[in-house]
C-alpha cells in the first residue's frame, strides 16, 4: 500500500505564489514518475505537470511558463506556482505512479485546495 499526502495549499492574492508538497509514502519498489492534476467546481480533473523519474517533464498549456514541478528526492515532488490567477482556483491533487515489481498501480492524495483571489 502507498500513501500520497499533498500540502502547501491555500489562499493566495492573483499574481502571487504558492508552492505544493506531496510525499508518497509505504511500500513500493520506486516511484516511476509523479503528477500533479486540479479540480475545480463543475469541472473535470486536468492534469498541469507531471514528472518522471529519468528526469522528463510535462506541463499543460495552462501553465507552462508559470508553474514548475521539481524532485525533492526519489520520493518527494514539489510545484512551484508563479504568477497565480483566479481561473488557477481548484483543488490540487498529487499522483504516485509507484512500481510493485510484479505491477504498476497509481496512487492519488486526498487533495489540497488553492484560491486564488483578485
Avoid at 99 to 118: A, F, I, Q
Amino acid at each position: 500500500q502507498v500513501h500520497v499526502m499533498e500540502s502547501g495549499g491555500g489562499l493566495v492574492q492573483s499574481g502571487g505564489s504558492l508552492r505544493l508538497s506531496c510525499v508518497a509514502s509505504g511500500r513500493f519498489l520506486t516511484i516511476l514518475s509523479m503528477a500533479w492534476y486540479r479540480q475545480s467546481p463543475g469541472k473535470e480533473r486536468e492534469k498541469v505537470a507531471h514528472i518522471y523519474d529519468n528526469g522528463r517533464i510535462r506541463y499543460s498549456d495552462a501553465v507552462r511558463g508559470r508553474f514548475a514541478i521539481s524532485w525533492g528526492n526519489k520520493t518527494t515532488v514539489f510545484l512551484r506556482m508563479d504568477s497565480l490567477k483566479p481561473d488557477d482556483s481548484a483543488v490540487y491533487y498529487c499522483n504516485a505512479n509507484a512500481d510493485h515489481e510484479l505491477y504498476y498501480k497509481d496512487y492519488w492524495g486526498p487533495g489540497t485546495p488553492v484560491t486564488v483571489y483578485r
